[in-house]
């Protein structure tokens, strides 16, 4: 009975490790959507990890609807399991729009929104693991933040992720759009 509880345990892992690995080349590898769509990759590495794992910030945008929405993807391609792994997060308002003022934010894992695949603009980043995990701080940071759709939103979140992996961050005002950001992103790295 141990060795059949040990092969399913086996079985399910081995099919969790395939959806991973499915999920982070859809965000890393997909094209994006051709139509108005802005698609950069550059290295920032200053060193190589002694594992040879390679480190992934990928700063997309969703445009499509009346304002668009801007996140980040956190990935991992591990070398010594042959597997990748991913993970997205976006600042929302937890109630209300914030058109008004400020409400509470929060993060949402843009992973299950079903929305990934929804992506127009994306710019992904390698990165050392240094910096991807400090840029991960902004995760829990931006937890407690209050939401403003004019001065305290997704673009802000992914100016800080940015500015904390040593990006170049265009500035902007309280009208740009997220695909309009993330493509001044691109332009500037």
Known sequence: MKAQFSFR?????NLLLAGLTALI?????????????????????????????????????RGGSSTGHAFVVWGIQDSGRGTSTYKAFGFYPSQGTGAFGQVPGQ???????GKMNKITDRLIVQVDKAVYDRTQRAISEWRTTNYDLFSTNCINFVMSVARDAGLRVPQRDSTTFPSDYVQALINAN
Do not use: G, H, W
């Open 25 to 61: 080349t859809s965000v890393l590898a997909q094209p994006v959507l051709p139509v108005f769509a802005a698609d950069k990759s550059v290295d920032q590495r200053t060193y190589s990890d002694y594992t040879n794992n390679k480190y992934y910030l990928v700063f997309c945008a």
């Open 9 to 13: 345990f086996i079985k399910s892992r």
């Open 107 to 113: 993060i949402r894992n843009e992973a299950f929104s």
